[in-house]
């Protein structure tokens, strides 16, 4: 099965959806405490940055806040 799609086990979004969301989530100023400072999607303000990754993951089993950040090889 292509990871690409959401069709994935589990998958809520598609991969393409939670890039687009994540280049969107790119653009929200965070604190110095890792909090948003504005709202993002249903998110209040003041939300940790990393409740919004794990958000990320729970939704396609696919997406890897990781590999989004930089942090993993790309291909794999």
Same mark, same amino acid.
């Given at each position: ?21 994540? *280049?969107?989530?790119? +653009?929200? /100023?965070?604190?110095? #405490?890792?909090? $948003?400072? #504005?709202? =993002?999607?249903?998110? +209040? @303000?003041? @939300? /940790? ?6 958000? =990320?993951?729970?939704?396609? /089993?696919? =997406?890897? @806040? ?5 942090? $993993?090889?790309? *291909?794999?």
């Amino acid at each position: 099965m292509n990871q690409e799609n959401c069709n994935a086990a589990g998958a809520n979004y598609s991969l393409q959806r939670l890039n687009a969301m994540w *280049s969107v989530l790119s +653009d929200v /100023p965070i604190d110095e #405490d890792g909090k $948003t400072e #504005d709202l =993002f999607l249903h998110f +209040d @303000v003041g @939300v /940790p940055r990393g409740e919004i990754w794990h958000w =990320f993951q729970d939704q396609n /089993p696919a =997406f890897n @806040v990781a590999k989004m950040l930089g942090l $993993t090889e790309q *291909s794999e």
